[in-house]
């Protein structure tokens, strides 16, 4: 139960983020905000599923234990986390002095692996 209440916390604090960047910067936008929650919803849906998953395989007898929960829910948390500090660094420039270089080598990567 843990492990939904982490991601699940993860989600809000991205909520609560994304609110006051928009507040900060332009205010809320009913379109920007539709899509946020529908992205969500299908986080939410993705870590319930992968739970479902693990929790049927000891019915269905696969013969593998597939940790599928943990992984997806650390995934969402880490993309969480990004999208957190992207959005507390756009709001506190001093903040932003302090995360921007690793927000940057994020990017990049990602960049680099699309190659």
Same mark, same amino acid.
């Given at each position: 139960m843990g492990?939904?209440?982490?991601?699940g916390v993860f989600i809000v604090f991205d909520i609560v983020t994304g609110i006051i960047k928009a507040l900060y910067n332009?205010? *809320?936008n009913s379109t920007y905000l539709r899509k946020g929650l529908f992205h969500k919803l299908s986080e939410i849906i993705a870590?319930?599923?992968?739970?479902?998953?693990?929790?049927?395989? =000891?019915?269905? =007898?696969?013969? &593998?234990?597939?940790?599928? *929960?943990? &992984? &997806?829910?650390?995934?969402?948390?880490?993309?969480?986390?990004?999208?957190?500090?992207e959005n507390i660094c756009e709001v506190n420039p001093g903040l932003a002095k302090l995360f921007k270089p690793y927000l940057e080598k994020l990017k990049n990567s990602d960049k680099e692996d699309d190659k």
């Open positions: 492990i939904y209440i982490t991601v332009e205010g *809320l870590v319930g599923g992968s739970g479902l998953l693990e929790y049927g395989i =000891n019915y269905i =007898n696969l013969g &593998v234990d597939i940790p599928v *929960l943990g &992984v &997806v829910s650390a995934y969402i948390c880490g993309m969480e986390l990004v999208s957190i500090i």
